[in-house]
């Protein structure tokens, strides 16, 4: 029985307009920033005061759930995805117009709340909390459902078809000019009522696009370049590397479809899909980095090449590691236009061995145009394009491949690594399934971070390391591995090893870690030379959290004495995701060590385990008893020259800063900034660069602040 007075909490009834809807004051600062706005501006701008909140609407699905793609395959569920996303339109927008009305629903619990059952037509009674995305610099609204209720389809409830079409747009609408460099922009005045919305664009231009990895990027736009919308592929038909780990009821791409392949730069296409703010800019067109929205198609005819230039069906190099003694054919297949006819197909490479650029007329031979190579000398990388031109002069180019001529084949782990230019880039025979004859030593340790790494040089040289993508129970730390046969992939940047054919031939001491400052790693050349080595790096600062406001469970520290700050990833199976809350910015630790690695555009360390975090020395808990009361002690000593120590208690576990001014106010350094146990504390501080003086140093734990002096006498 419910008592008098009490009631119970029920959602707020609203439409998605509301969910939408940004405050005209806040749009007003958004226009105002223009190009000077960073993701930390953006970001409490672009949301209103229903995250976070209970609410309840009717909407009607407007996509595929069996299409949705973004979620990770889950051994404990069966291999289905984590979540599913689903996008839907507030029935109210047939009486109150569409703007607004366009929403995703990011369901992790789909198998329970039903919203993997439901089909696109229907109309449904949604449950769920308002939160935005705001990851990776994005911020798409979206709500988590917790119940689904299926009302009936559309027709049967009286509801017109046009419920379902899309509403035609041009990329200027969604996102704006903003400086002469070809930077976009959202269109902050367009955000409220795009988000979420079907849209379709009609005659509109692919302007670049990239197919190098299994999730081709691209770009298109309604006015020739000048605005654009990035493409984001939430749904499987729009990616290709999904055929093999999600159950076979989603829409994942089959053999017999093929691989997706967007329309090559210059073709013309009507496209339709779903806008996000989801901060992905592979491009780097948005201002700043991720301020662009994107389309995500989701079925195959939402896009529709009406012209286009020619259109490769395929490029096929080598099939094995050329050994210099016979030439190289490659083939590839291209299309014209309906309307138009090939006018020449022209293969252009490029070798190390003289440095010269060469073309070659390809010739047709069945349905492939054909070009062939000369044998090049040991060591010798090639680098080749294919260029169709049509009948009405236009041209499509291949995206750069390459290969390399070993004599001996591959027999070392920097045959497989080293790149043409000795910087940044994929290994030259990725894609390749082929012989090997590799031995090296498993430096990582599987069992705990589910990770492993084998390296072969016992020096330490770079592009001596390489991952291996398979079952991490089938390694050991220290195991000698001889590799006979793999796939060479390139996943996402990382060049691994995959489907390996090896055997464990004994046990031997795992190369040591080299210890590098984090100067050396900010060079790409040097940050790529040791993809898949163990690394360290002694005497380590923490610094911000590098993905500010967003949360990744990432952090970044540097080398003592320098402003080069790296990240660190808790990517290990036995770093827990809050390792990161854990670090005090200005905190100085003994050592940071483990796998280096790269992801999401970023050169990064993966700690194997905590044990892999060296100890805090510049902040420690001299006791263990919980003080009475909140108090900051003076610095001994005082005056000091250039180190001084400052002890300080604080009664209970908090967020606790502790930061240096000059007299006039000037911050000059933060000595504690992040999470304190209960305890007595104490923390150092080096002035060894700042002019003699007075200074002040604040201590502040929630309510609590206090101030003392200390003089720096040089």
Not at 676 to 687: E, M
């Amino acid at each position: 029985m419910m008592l008098a007075g009490q009631a119970i909490a029920q959602p707020m009834q609203v439409t998605i307009r509301d969910i939408n809807a940004i405050p005209q004051n806040q749009v007003d600062q958004l226009n105002a920033g223009g190009a000077t706005l960073t993701s930390q501006d953006i970001q409490p701008l672009v949301l209103n005061d229903l995250q976070g909140v209970e609410v309840q609407f009717v909407a009607v699905v407007l996509s595929d759930p069996l299409s949705s793609g973004l979620g990770t395959p889950q051994d404990d569920q069966g291999g289905n995805p984590d979540r599913v996303h689903v996008f839907v339109r507030d029935t109210s927008a047939v009486s109150m117009g569409y703007d607004g009305m366009g929403l995703q629903l990011a369901d992790g619990s789909y198998l329970t709340t039903g919203l993997i059952n439901v089909t696109v037509g229907d109309v449904i009674k949604v449950t769920g909390t308002a939160s935005a995305f705001t990851g990776s610099g994005g911020n798409s609204q979206q709500v988590g459902p917790s119940t689904i209720e299926v009302l009936g389809s559309y027709s049967d409830l009286g509801l017109p078809d046009s419920l379902l079409d899309p509403v035609v747009i041009t990329t200027a609408d969604a996102n704006r000019s903003i400086n002469d460099e070809g930077g976009v922009q959202v269109n902050w005045d367009n955000l409220a009522s795009l988000n979420g919305q079907y849209v379709r664009l009609e005659g509109a231009s692919i302007t670049v696009r990239d197919i190098s990895s299994e999730r081709p990027n691209w770009l298109v736009s309604s006015d020739g370049g000048e605005t654009v919308f990035n493409f984001y592929d939430v749904s499987l038909r729009y990616r290709n590397d999904r055929r093999n780990s999600y159950p076979s009821n989603f829409n994942v791409r089959t053999s017999q479809d093929g691989n997706f392949v967007p329309p090559p730069p210059g073709a013309a296409v009507n496209l339709q899909g779903f806008i996000l703010y989801q901060g992905d800019d592979p491009f780097g067109r948005g201002v700043p980095g991720g301020a662009i929205l994107s389309i995500a198609p989701i079925e195959d005819a939402d896009l529709v090449i009406t012209e286009s230039p020619p259109i490769f069906s395929g490029v096929t190099g080598p099939t094995s590691v050329p050994d210099g003694s016979e030439d190289v054919t490659i083939s590839v297949g291209v299309d014209a236009d309906p309307t138009r006819t090939l006018t020449s197909v022209v293969c252009t490479y490029t070798s190390t061995a003289d440095g010269m650029e060469t073309m070659i007329e390809a010739t047709l031979e069945g349905e492939a145009y054909v070009c062939v190579i000369p044998a090049q000398p040991d060591g010798a990388f090639v680098t080749y394009t294919v260029s169709a031109t049509d009948s009405q002069d236009a041209t499509t180019v291949t995206d750069p491949a390459q290969y390399r001529t070993l004599v001996d084949g591959i027999n070392e782990i920097s045959d497989i690594q080293l790149t043409a230019d000795e910087g940044p880039g994929n290994s030259p025979f990725a894609g390749l399934t082929t012989p090997m004859a590799v031995t090296g030593i498993v430096v990582s340790d599987p069992a705990t971070s589910g990770r492993i790494v084998i390296q072969d040089n016992a020096d330490l040289a770079g592009w001596s390391g390489i991952f291996i993508n398979g079952d991490a129970a089938a390694f050991s730390k220290g195991d000698v591995v001889t590799i006979t046969e793999a796939e060479i992939r390139e996943n996402f940047g990382v060049t691994e090893l995959r489907n390996a054919v090896f055997t464990v031939d004994g046990t031997d001491t795992p190369y040591d870690y080299k210890v590098v400052p984090t100067t050396a790693v900010k060079d790409a050349a040097v940050a790529e030379a040791h993809e898949g080595m163990m690394l360290r790096f002694e005497d380590v600062i923490m610094g911000p959290n590098p993905d500010a406001p967003s949360d990744f469970g990432e952090w970044s520290f540097a080398t003592v004495g320098t402003e080069d700050f790296i990240r660190a990833d808790d990517a290990s199976s036995a770093v827990p995701s809050t390792t990161n809350d854990d670090f005090i910015e200005g905190g100085l630790h003994e050592f940071m060590q483990g796998i280096w690695w790269f992801s999401f555009s970023n050169y990064k360390l993966i700690p194997e385990s905590p044990a892999d975090i060296g100890a805090l020395t510049n902040v420690a808990t001299e006791d263990e008893t919980i003080p009475g009361s909140f108090a900051l002690h003076q610095n001994f000593p005082n005056p000091f020259n250039p180190t001084t120590s400052i002890r300080f208690d604080v009664p209970q576990a908090g967020h606790v800063s502790l930061e240096v001014f000059d007299l006039i106010g000037r911050k000059v350094q933060t000595l504690v900034d992040g999470t304190l146990a209960a305890g007595q504390h104490s923390v150092s501080f080096s002035a060894g660069e700042l002019p003699s003086g007075m200074y002040l140093y604040r201590l502040t734990a929630g309510s609590d602040v206090q101030t003392r002096k200390m003089v720096l006498l040089k």
